[in-house]
C-alpha cells in the first residue's frame, strides 16, 4: 500500500500553503534567463537587493515519493530564487524497490528539462545552476530500509545523486532507533552504513532518528553529521524536535541543524515566519551562526492527491497523539526564505550571518563531505 504523506498531514489539516503571501526573491524576470551571474550588479535597490547575490538553499522536501509526482511543482522553489533543493525519494514506509523507481522517473524527468533544473554531481554544479538560473537538485532518503540490509547499496545510491541519508524513519529498523519508537541504538549494520557513507562522500542526517541513535552516530562521526530538517524541542515540545544535547553535538561535528517550517513543529508564535526565525536564532544563541540552515520539508498542493484511507493503519510512523490537529502554527514554503532573511536583519542579524543560514553553512557541509 502505498502511503502518502502529503495525504496523511492534509488529513491532519497541517498543509496550508503559506508562501503565497510571502515575498519572492526573483527579479521579475523570464525563469530560463542565462545571464544573471552572482556577481551581476544587476541587483535591484529594494531593501532585499543584497540577497539575490545570497545562495538560497533549501535542505529537504516533503514530496510524497511516488514515480508519477509531479515534479512541475519544483517551479515554486526556482520562481522563488531558491539555488538549491534535496529532494525525498525514499522513506521507512515504502519498499526500497519503490525508492529505486522513484529515482528513475525523477532522473528522466530531470534530465528532460535542462534549461531550468541541474542534478547535482559536484559542489560546484550547485553555483553554476544558480549563475545560469537553474534550480540545483540532489536526492535524500529518509531512513536505512532503502538499503534492504546491503550497505552495498550506498555507492550505488550515490552515484544515482543521492547526497544524505537519515538512520530510522520516525521507527525503529535495522539500522537503529527511530524518534517515535523504544530507541535501542545505532546497531552494527547502521554503523556498517555509515562508515560507507563517509567512504562515498553522503551527508549523514540525525532527522527523524531516535535520541540515543543519533547520539551515537554524532559520537563515531569522522565527517560533519547535520540534521536536515528538525526544529528545538525547547521551543515546541514533540517527538520529531530535538534536544540541546543534540544540536549541541551536531555543532561539535561541524555539522547544521536545518530548521523546518513544517506547522507541526514550530513552536506557538504570532506567525510561522516569526516561529521559524525564533527557531534559528534559539539554534544560533545555542551553539553559533555557522551551525543552523533551512530544510522546509514543505509538500506544495496537488490536486492529485486524493488521500488515503490506509492511513490510519500506520500509527507506528505517526503517533495520533503527536499528530492531533489542530496546530495554530501553518506550513511554510520555499517564499519564506525573503520574509525570513528581512525578519532576521531586523532583529539586528549581519547581512553575512542571514547569508549563513540562507545556505552557505549547508554548502560548506556538502564542500566538506561530497566527493
Ligand atoms: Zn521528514
Request: hydrophobic letters at 40%; a negative charge; one cysteine or more.
Amino acid at each position: 500500500m502505498q502511503i502518502s504523506r502529503r495525504s496523511f498531514l492534509a488529513q491532519m489539516g497541517l498543509l496550508v500553503a503559506a508562501s503565497e503571501a510571502l515575498p519572492s526573491l526573483t527579479r521579475g524576470g523570464t525563469p530560463t534567463n542565462t545571464a544573471a551571474s552572482p556577481s551581476a550588479p544587476a541587483a535591484p535597490s529594494t531593501s532585499t537587493g543584497w540577497l539575490h547575490d545570497a545562495l538560497i538553499w533549501d535542505n529537504h522536501t516533503g514530496f510524497d515519493p511516488v514515480p508519477d509526482y509531479d515534479l512541475e511543482h519544483l517551479e515554486d522553489w526556482r520562481k522563488a530564487g531558491v539555488n538549491y533543493l534535496s529532494i525525498d525519494v525514499g522513506y521507512d514506509v515504502i519498499d526500497w524497490t519503490k525508492t529505486i523507481k522513484n529515482l528513475g522517473a525523477y532522473i528522466t524527468w530531470l534530465e528532460q528539462r535542462p534549461d531550468r533544473f541541474l542534478l547535482v554531481r559536484r559542489v560546484d554544479d550547485v553555483l553554476e545552476a544558480k549563475k545560469t538560473g537553474r534550480l540545483a537538485i540532489t536526492f535524500d532518503l529518509e531512513g536505512m530500509n532503502a538499503l534492504n540490509g546491503d550497505a552495498s547499496l550506498v555507492p550505488l545510491y550515490y552515484r544515482l545523486g543521492v547526497r544524505q541519508m537519515l538512520t530510522a524513519y520516525n521507527k525503529n529498523n535495522l539500522a537503529g532507533g527511530g524518534c517515535h519508537d523504544k530507541d535501542t541504538g545505532l546497531t552494527a549494520f547502521g554503523r556498517e552504513v555509515i562508515a560507507e557513507m563517509n567512504r562515498v562522500g553522503m551527508v549523514v542526517d540525525c532527522s527523524h532518528t531516535g535520541y540515543r541513535t543519533t547520539m551515537d552516530i554524532m559520537e563515531a562521526a569522522t565527517h560533519p553529521v547535520i540534521f536536515s530538517h528538525s526544529n528545538p524541542k525547547t521551543l515546541r515540545t514533540h517527538g520529531r524536535n530535538i534536544t540541546d544535547d543534540q544540536i549541541r553535538a551536531c555543532a561539535k561535528t561541524g555539522g547544521v541543524v536545518g530548521v523546518t517550517g513544517l506547522g507541526y513543529f514550530l513552536p506557538d508564535r504570532a506567525s510561522p515566519t516569526i516561529a521559524v526565525a525564533d527557531c534559528v536564532t534559539y539554534v544560533r544563541d545555542l551553539v553559533g551562526v555557522d551551525h543552523v540552515g533551512l530544510g522546509l520539508d514543505y509538500t506544495p498542493p496537488d490536486p492529485k492527491d486524493t488521500g488515503d484511507a490506509g492511513l490510519a493503519a500506520f500509527p507506528d510512523y505517526w503517533p495520533p497523539a503527536d499528530y492531533a490537529a489542530p496546530w495554530p502554527m501553518k506550513d511554510v514554503g520555499p517564499g519564506v526564505f525573503a520574509e525570513l532573511a528581512t525578519l532576521l536583519v531586523g532583529r539586528g542579524w549581519s547581512h553575512g550571518d542571514v547569508r549563513k543560514v540562507l545556505g552557505e553553512n549547508f554548502l560548506r557541509v556538502a564542500r566538506t563531505v561530497w566527493k
